[in-house]
T-cell receptor, first 118, second 116 residues
Framework: AQTVTQSQPEMSVQEAETVTLSCTYDTSESDYYLFWYKQPPSRQMILVIRQEAYKQQNATENRFSVNFQKAAKSFSLKISDSQLGDAAMYFCAYRSWRATSGTYKYIFGTGTRLKVLA | EAGVAQSPRYKIIEKRQSVAFWCNPISGHATLYWYQQILGQGPKLLIQFQNNGVVDDSQLPKDRFSAERLKGVDSTLKIQPAKLEDSAVYLC??????????????FGNGTRLTVT
């Protein structure tokens, strides 16, 4: 069974600095997607960035980028030029395909709370 | 496009009472997910629908939880009777269904349930 582990319950970063959130996962599959979701106090989960396992190039979205190490099963999120609005819970998620039902299954980590200090 | 709609936003009930949550996914999304998120934890899948059929309900406490998506559109999740440990945020999410690799999950705002 697939698992997702986020070993940092809480992280702090100074405004305008860079922070890296860690995520490791376990799977025997070769084709999958990985995601980072942000959950602000409003509770709505917002997609930050996604990575396809078969793509070697790391995904980037503006100030957000990932370091995807497939062999090590590691998927960290780097936030550059941190802003106060980045403060939230961040969840790493693994997605696999259920061939029997033709749907996707998502597994989430336990989350990392990011605090941004002014 | 309109997002995933959930109601109510908050609910406070006493243990042993019943409660129902409603979710309307994004129009055209065939797959609907209900997650339970206990404070300090990640979302845990309760039940997944593909149209009006159940794909996965392996982690749904069926003695007290039930869910339906009769017409393959909106869905209701019910708890009866509620226990203290059911206090959590209940998140609904949807996706187009089928093999649409570039389409992520879309979430609603969730319902925060407090059982006293």
């Amino acid at each position: 069974a697939q698992t997702v582990t986020q070993s940092q319950p809480e992280m702090s970063v100074q405004e305008a600095e860079t922070v890296t959130l860690s995520c490791t996962y376990d799977t025997s599959e070769s084709d999958y997607y990985l995601f980072w979701y942000k959950q602000p106090p409003s509770r709505q989960m917002i997609l930050v960035i996604r990575q396809e396992a078969y793509k070697q190039q790391n995904a980037t979205e503006n100030r957000f980028s990932v370091n995807f190490q497939k062999a090590a099963k590691s998927f960290s999120l780097k936030i550059s030029d941190s802003q106060l609005g980045d403060a939230a819970m961040y969840f790493c998620a693994y997605r696999s395909w259920r061939a029997t039902s033709g749907t996707y299954k998502y597994i989430f980590g336990t989350g990392t709370r990011l605090k941004v200090l002014a | 496009e309109a997002g995933v709609a959930q109601s109510p936003r908050y609910k406070i009930i006493e243990k042993r009472q019943s409660v129902a949550f409603w979710c309307n996914p994004i129009s055209g999304h065939a797959t609907l997910y209900w997650y339970q998120q206990i404070l300090g934890q990640g979302p845990k899948l309760l039940i997944q629908f593909q149209n009006n059929g159940v794909v996965d309900d392996s982690q749904l406490p069926k003695d007290r939880f039930s869910a339906e998506r009769l017409k393959g559109v909106d869905s209701t999740l019910k708890i009866q009777p509620a226990k203290l440990e059911d206090s959590a945020v209940y998140l609904c999410a949807s996706s187009p269904g089928g093999s649409a690799p570039n389409s992520p999950l879309h979430f609603g705002n969730g319902t925060r349930l407090t059982v006293t």
